[in-house]
């Protein structure tokens, strides 16, 4: 049985980022994309049908749409993350 979650996913997304719009999620600092990868992780990726993680993608990085949803996820994760490759802390703690 596929579970799903209440809220959109980009509303999660938004709500995991602290944006107060959903179009604020377009403008995260590299870091604060790279949080929200890692914040991906703990989203099964049934949790949204495929419709919803192909929005989500082509909202946030404008890539072409995927066959499945864990694609469609490791795709906007490996997306948000791919700008701070070298990045592993906090860039307040340095």
């Known amino acids: 049985m596929e579970e799903r979650w209440s809220v959109e996913l980009l509303e999660c997304l938004a709500q995991k980022a602290g944006c107060g719009y959903l179009s ?5 600092s ?9 914040e991906l992780l703990h989203v099964p990726s049934e949790a949204f049908s495929l419709k919803t993680w192909n929005d989500a993608l082509a909202y ?4 072409s749409q995927q ?16 700008h701070c490759s070298g990045l592993q802390r906090h860039p307040s703690r340095e």
């Open 60 to 63: 946030l990085t404008g890539l």
């Open 67 to 82: 066959a499945d949803a864990s694609a469609a996820k490791e795709t906007l994760m490996k997306h948000l993350s791919e």
């Open 30 to 38: 590299p870091w604060e994309q790279f949080h929200l990868s890692r």
């Open 24 to 28: 604020d999620l377009r403008y995260l």
